[in-house]
């Protein structure tokens, strides 16, 4: 795989802090490793691993990290979750993927999903690609989809928050329109906000516009991972 991220919180409540060791990780399997997510409230792991990552905190970082359940079902639904980042790395080898706590956080620059300036109407190119996603999404129907749009800072910051809502909704009109359920999809327009590159350059402000997915599981497939956890 081209690129695939796997950022990994080990909670120690005896010691009272929160640790990360690659050696450990290592050592472990996908279970062992959500149930020592488990051992940390969601909030803990937000702020730990936003302040380290220091971007989409508010967006889909932020979503992903909000959604952890942890301990044994935690490690059933991070599975799930490697199984789905890898099938949309090959679907989208252009897709940016990382895989976070019990989600997944993808996200599509202008290279995958490309708007005309100040327009949200998408092109066929972003049509085209988000057509190679829809059957993992169908694949994976026991997952919650918010869709974040993001702009590079041309323009008015009012302006910008509303186009940025509007492509957001954009793409979730297309997939819902290719059978995908509406009800999986939030939308959220962040414009100028989380800033991945400089928008003093024509290359950064194109890397800006971007629209970012927090894939998490939704109450099925917390149940049904529950279940096999108590098994």
């Known amino acids: 795989m081209r690129k695939l991220n796997i950022y990994i919180v080990v909670g120690l409540l005896a010691l009272g802090n929160v640790f990360t060791s690659c050696e450990a990780v290592k050592n472990t399997n996908?279970?062992?490793?959500g149930a020592g997510i488990g051992a940390v409230s969601g909030a803990v792991i937000g702020g730990i691993l936003g302040n380290?990552?220091?971007?989409?905190?508010?967006?889909a970082m932020g979503a992903v990290l909000g959604g952890v359940i942890g301990g044994v079902a935690g490690g059933v639904i991070?599975?799930?979750m490697d199984k789905q980042a890898r099938e949309i790395?090959?679907?989208l080898p252009g897709a940016q993927v990382e895989r976070v706590g019990e989600g997944i956080k993808l996200v599509l620059g202008e290279n995958a999903v490309r708007f005309d300036t100040n327009k949200s109407t998408l092109t066929a190119t972003?049509?085209?690609?988000?057509?190679k996603l829809v059957p993992v999404f169908n694949q994976y129907p026991n997952t919650n989809i918010q869709i974040?749009?993001?702009?590079?800072?041309?323009?008015?910051?009012?302006?910008?928050?509303?186009?940025?809502?509007q492509r957001a909704a954009s793409v979730k009109t297309y997939l819902s329109s290719k059978g995908l359920a509406a009800a999986r999809f939030v939308t959220t327009g962040l414009g100028i906000a989380d800033p991945i590159a400089t928008n003093e350059t024509?290359?950064?402000?194109s890397q800006n516009r971007r629209v970012e997915f927090a894939i998490t599981a939704?109450?099925?497939m917390v149940q049904d991972a529950q279940k096999e956890a108590g098994k």
């Open 30 to 33: 996908n279970t062992q490793r």
């Open 52 to 59: 380290n990552l220091g971007k989409g905190g508010n967006g």
């Open 78 to 80: 991070g599975n799930k």
């Open 89 to 91: 790395e090959t679907a």
């Open 126 to 131: 972003a049509k085209t690609n988000l057509d």
């Open 148 to 165: 974040y749009g993001y702009t590079d800072s041309t323009g008015t910051p009012e302006y910008n928050l509303k186009l940025s809502d």
């Open 202 to 205: 024509p290359e950064g402000r």
């Open 218 to 220: 939704n109450e099925k």
